[in-house]
């Protein structure tokens, strides 16, 4: 038998947020490697399945990278229909394209099966439209938590026109406050933080490019969250004073 590992999205946190694809592939696993940001009631569509939690957090119990890898090849030869359960989308900051890398050097079949990603989950979940026609043309997802600690170019991102969503953030609001407005976007700027996007227990934060750190804290806000940076995160604002029509037009 071929050795075969599915690389799984499990979306953001609502279980109905699920793919189909996602939802066969679970039901297929003899054995379910999950992430810890991954809901567990997602696992009531692979009863059957063996389940292993190999998630690290930031500075948390973690499980090395290669153990993961190991486990995953182990399991594939011995013929066992494995899936590997991230949050949300598996390539969108979460290593889906090295695993996979790695496994098909292994001499691995792997097959890739798309998620909610957070950032656009918690957007959604909290009515803002991060592209909305007349205000962004486009959008830009970025991990403020980088391996070897090197820095974004946030200046240059403040330059884009485009909205925002900030992965891995909590930790570096001083730092992306101070760049982006170094980099010449406006104070009043809108900024949404979203924790626990699109769980029973979300919350967001409304606040300004100004004054986003001194409400995060006020807020109390906590990872896992994104940070939606843009004129759209006031969307609500935006709805009660439309675009005008020459501007919609010059977008
Ligand atoms: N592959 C994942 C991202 C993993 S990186 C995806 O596509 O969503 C982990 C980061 O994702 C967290 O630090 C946080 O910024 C974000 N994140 C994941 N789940 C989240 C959730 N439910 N709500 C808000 N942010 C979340």
New binding site residues.
Partial sequence: MNAKVWLV?AG??DPELLTLKAVRALGEADVVLIDD?VNDAVLEHCPGARIIAVGKRGGCRSTPQAFIHRLMLRYARQGKCVVRL?????C???RGGEEAQWLREHGVEVELVN?I???LA?ATQCDIPLTLRGIARGVTLVTAHTQDGSSLNWQALAQTGTTLVV???VAKLSEIREQLLAGGLAANTPVAM??????PHQRDCRSDLASMEADASAFQLK????LVIGAVAGAAELAASPPTFAQACAL
């Fill in positions: 999205g953001p946190g940001l991230k949050g949300g989308d598996p969108i900051f979460g998620g990603t957070a950032g918690g992965y891995m953030g979203i924790e626990n996007a699109s769980l990872s896992p969250a994104i």
